[in-house]
């Protein structure tokens, strides 16, 4: 679903559907998520970035990120991040999951709270592998 700057000024990312074609649900409150920080992974055309999946992060997984040159885990006060933690749920980006699943560290996804324009990168199929079940 491709939403105008026009329509994205005047109704926001609210429409955006998860991968399922259903309403995204919530990916993360604490530490707060999303593209637009509002707990989702919704997403417009100024997200350069596709922050569209809703992942469970892990030590392995943060790890990866810091050395691919994109630290999540250390805090940034002045952006009032938090910094991430194992088992803490973020909206990744796309390229960034795809990257670590090429690397055999891909963590675990949301498959509710993740944006359908993830299956332009990535089959259903994948995905459901990775789908997040909780124990």
Known sequence: MVISHQQSIQSGPM???????????????KPKTGYFRDGCCNTDETDRGEHT????A????????ILAGNDLSTPIPEYSFPGIKPGDRWCLCAQ?????YENNCAPQIIPEATNETLLSHVS???????????K
Do not use: H, Q
Request: proline share 2%.
């Open 58 to 65: 892990t030590e392995e997984f943060l790890a990866f990120s």
């Open 96 to 100: 960034r999951w795809l990257e670590a």
């Open 53 to 56: 999946v809703c992942i469970v």
């Open 15 to 29: 429409k955006n559907k998860n991968i399922f074609g259903e309403p995204l649900v919530e990916c993360s409150a």
């Open 124 to 134: 259903m199929e994948i995905i459901l592998k990775y789908a997040y079940r909780d």
